[in-house]
């Protein structure tokens, strides 16, 4: 399938992947440490193990940044 | 209010541009910005509102000037180590603009003293360092219905939204607080000054924006940038319904103090 990660398209060898084999695959380890946009919309947590990712997906990580002083 | 002939001199500048004027000006000059931490990002914000004129600026931060601040922080100056950074910022302030009048309180902006201080401004700026810090901003300005601008830094990135009330908050993209075990400390991730004051200045930017009521705020709307690639790249995202302090069933009702020794996670 071919999918978008942050704006890039990338090809993976699979026909589906849930959000945490996702992640698991782009190797961020501490998923508690990345929020993720599905195809336009913020996906809650609870469904990162459920939600299927598949050919022309747009996801987002987008990571906890919390620095400022 | 009239400008006198010196303000007119000082923010001609300003008054050339279309969408400022005079009349912009004015709305500058009446305005209320509230800095929450007047550290890396806090204090090249706090230099450019006081340079713009911004009438009232409340500046809250518990902390003293130290040493290692001093590479970014760019309100303080060597002389000022081991002094209130809100005094040390109170003085240069004065210096830059005594157009403005600075509400410095030396304190903590915790869940007990959040609502009581934001009620007194028109909008917040997150110059902090830590996420208790900024859920509790999140939390407080989107029950006072008060637009902030959230800013985050980190080593060469940073990140910014601007909430208006109504429209997406902090929460409707980073749910809860990240696991305490899984946060690096600040000291320990480091930054590069001119990345904390290019977002600081990116959310002066935002507040005078809303100030005058001009231009496309960055609502629904998370800007990352990676300074040492020197790209910038914006992700849309809207309200989440099932956020907890803005969405259909809000769960969070009441502020509280999130305790958590934090400054950044980022994993690359």
Do not use: W
């Amino acid at each position: 399938m071919k999918i978008t990660i942050n704006g890039e398209e990338e090809t993976i060898e699979k026909d589906s992947l849930t959000i945490i084999e996702l992640l698991t695959h782009k190797k961020v380890d501490m998923p508690e440490m990345v929020s993720v946009e599905y195809n336009g919309e913020m996906l809650d947590r609870e469904k990162f193990d459920t939600q299927a990712v598949t050919d022309g997906d747009k996801v987002e990580f987008l990571y906890f940044m919390g620095g400022g002083q | 209010m009239t400008l006198n002939d010196q303000q007119v001199e000082r923010y001609s500048r300003h008054i050339l541009l279309q969408d400022v004027g005079l009349s912009g000006q004015e709305k500058i000059l009446n305005a209320k910005v509230l800095i929450v931490g007047t550290g890396g990002l806090g204090a090249p914000a706090a230099l450019y509102l006081a340079a713009a004129g911004v009438g009232t600026l409340g500046i809250i931060d518990g902390d003293k000037v130290d040493m290692s601040n001093l590479q970014r922080q760019v309100i303080h100056f060597t002389p000022d180590l081991d002094k209130a950074k809100v005094q040390s910022a109170k003085e240069k302030i004065a210096l830059i603009n005594p157009d403005v009048k600075v509400n410095a309180i030396e304190d903590l902006f915790l869940a007990h003293n959040a609502m009581d201080i934001l009620k007194d401004y028109d909008f917040v700026i997150d110059g902090t360092d830590n996420f208790p810090a900024k859920f509790l901003i999140n939390d407080a300005c989107v029950m006072a219905k008060k637009p902030f601008s959230h800013g985050g830094v980190l080593r060469f990135d940073g990140q910014t939204m601007t909430h208006v009330p109504g429209e997406a908050c902090y929460r409707c993209i980073f749910d809860d607080l990240p696991p305490s075990n899984a946060v690096p400390s600040c000291s320990q991730a480091g930054i590069l000054g001119a990345i904390a004051g290019m977002l600081g200045t990116i959310q002066a930017a935002e507040a005078l924006k809303f100030i005058i009521g001009k231009g496309d705020l960055l609502t629904n709307r998370l800007q990352m940038f990676d300074a040492l690639k020197m790209k910038f790249r914006e992700v849309k995202f809207k309200k989440r319904a099932t956020c907890k302090v803005c969405g259909e069933n809000p769960v969070i009702t009441e502020l509280k103090d999130y305790e958590q020794p934090v400054c950044d996670i980022r994993q690359k």
